[in-house]
């Protein structure tokens, strides 16, 4: 969909040949975009974990904040238990106690989700659903594991939420996780789209190196956990899409509107850049 039109920032025509274009593609992050599933989900069912195993490991919601700096949650219960210097951190069979400790974990944020939907960002279901009327795909890149978007999609969208989205790319399904691009080359890649012809929505420091990393333009809802991170290079930085009555507070002056609708993204993601 291509509209020759006028510059939308300066109103000067546009040169013939430079036409606003709708991206192809959306690729939502997860944790943090699409909903706020960290402090009440992520942690709380890591905390279950320990306590199921005995251990007197807590993650209270400022040592979680903390610990958010490196994605993965095997990866982050590692980190955890160098950074405090934990004795289990020798132990010869720490891989296993972390791979069962998170298959644990999994389980119990799965459950919890199941029992207490975590809802969706405002805006985030009006922006999906306006993408689908106006044939725009949909994708997610995640570092979280792929029952987590299950339980999340299904229990905020209903079961037929995850066949809105034509790839799911989500935790191990490549090697290395945000902030390297890995995730959004594989999530390209399936879609078979170029980066220039899509467009990624994320809420971190990490995320937005990753979108980045794969070329991809990028707009940024930031939220609890990752207010105080750089941006730089967002094309856009929000607190959320908004909703009516709940309108996005923008961090850029851009958006002259009161919500992120297509239109809106049509007139920055056409912004020269
Ligand atoms: C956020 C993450 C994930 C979650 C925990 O993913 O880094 O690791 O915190 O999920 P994203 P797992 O923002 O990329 O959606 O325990 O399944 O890793
Ligand atoms: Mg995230």
Redesign the pocket.
């Known amino acids: 969909m291509t509209v020759s039109d006028r510059n939308p920032y300066t109103g000067v025509p546009l040169a013939p040949d430079r036409t606003r274009t709708m991206p192809e593609a959306f690729i939502f ?5 699409l909903a706020d599933t ?1 402090r009440d989900g ?1 942690r709380v069912a890591f905390n279950q974990a320990f306590a199921g195993f005995g251990l007197d490991w807590y993650w209270s919601e400022e040592t979680y904040g903390e610990l ?1 700096a490196v ?3 095997k990866e ?1 219960m590692r980190h955890y238990l160098h950074s405090r210097k934990l004795p289990q951190r020798h132990d010869p069979g720490l891989d296993r106690l972390i791979a069962d400790l ?1 298959a644990l ?2 389980r119990n944020y799965v459950e919890l989700l199941e029992q207490n939907a975590i809802p969706l960002r405002p805006g985030i279901e009006r922006l999906l659903r306006e993408a689908r009327g106006s044939g725009i795909r949909l994708a997610i890149a ?4 792929p029952q ?1 978007v299950t339980v999340l999609l299904e229990n905020a969208l209903g079961t037929d939420s995850l066949g809105w989205f034509d790839v799911i790319g989500a ?1 191990d399904v490549v090697p290395r996780k ?1 902030p390297a691009p890995d995730i959004y080359h594989y999530v390209l890649r399936e879609l078979g789209l170029g980066a220039d012809a899509c467009l990624a929505f994320e ?2 420091a990490n ?1 937005l190196i990753a979108a980045r990393g794969a070329g991809l333009p990028t707009i940024v809802t930031r939220n609890f956990y990752t207010a105080a991170d750089d941006f730089s290079g967002a094309l856009l930085v929000l607190d959320h899409p908004g909703e009516r009555g709940n309108p996005s507070r923008i961090l850029q002056k851009d958006l002259r509107r009161d919500c992120l609708d297509l239109d809106a993204i049509e007139r920055i993601a056409s912004r020269p850049r």
């Open positions: 992050d997860v944790d943090g975009t960290e992520h958010l994605t993965g949650g982050r998170h974990k999994t995640t570092t979280t594991t987590n935790g945000k809420d971190s995320g």
